[in-house]
């Protein structure tokens, strides 16, 4: 499985950026797709996750009611759409894949096999 995070930029607070993570190779019949955040010096951040196939998604409290995680029909692209930004938002934006295993959703970096080159997002104040 490859992905492929795009969509990064330099933004202002309140401003809006849609990341892209496009999947390729082997693609699970049914997985989990995350995206996850790391700034500088801290460790890297669940940040919303979604089944494939099913499309339940989970957030964390950081990105509820900010961002939403969703796919393309094909399902072969997730988004991240961020819309009133902050400057804490800025890290670097990772895209991850593991297959289901029955639970609802994973949080954690180390429970990832698949994980994109990361892309960065700056919120200036």
């Known amino acids: 499985?490859?992905?492929?995070?795009?969509g990064g930029g330099l933004v202002q607070a309140g401003d809006s950026l849609r990341l892209s993570?496009?999947?390729?190779?082997?693609?699970?019949?049914?997985?989990?797709?995350?995206?996850?955040?790391?700034?500088?010096?801290?460790?890297?951040?669940?940040?919303?996750g979604l089944r494939r196939g099913?499309?339940?998604?989970?957030y964390a409290d950081?990105?509820?009611?900010?961002?939403?995680?969703?796919?393309?029909n094909a399902e072969n692209t997730v988004y991240l759409q961020m819309n009133s930004l902050k400057?804490?938002?800025?890290?670097v934006y990772y895209c991850a894949?593991?297959?289901l295993t029955g639970r609802d959703y994973y949080t954690r970096a180390e429970e990832y096999n698949y994980w994109?080159?990361?892309t960065q997002v700056t919120v200036s104040s």
Not at 1 to 6: D, K, R
Not at 54 to 58: D, H, P, V
């Open 62 to 72: 950081s990105a509820k009611g900010r961002f939403t995680i969703s796919s393309d």
């Open 97 to 99: 894949a593991r297959s």
């Open 21 to 48: 993570c496009a999947t390729s190779g082997r693609v699970f019949r049914s997985s989990y797709m995350a995206w996850f955040r790391q700034a500088p010096e801290k460790e890297r951040e669940f940040v919303a």
């Open 116 to 118: 994109g080159q990361g």
């Open 54 to 58: 099913g499309g339940t998604s989970f």
């Open 87 to 91: 400057p804490e938002d800025t890290a």
């Open 1 to 6: 499985v490859q992905l492929q995070a795009s």
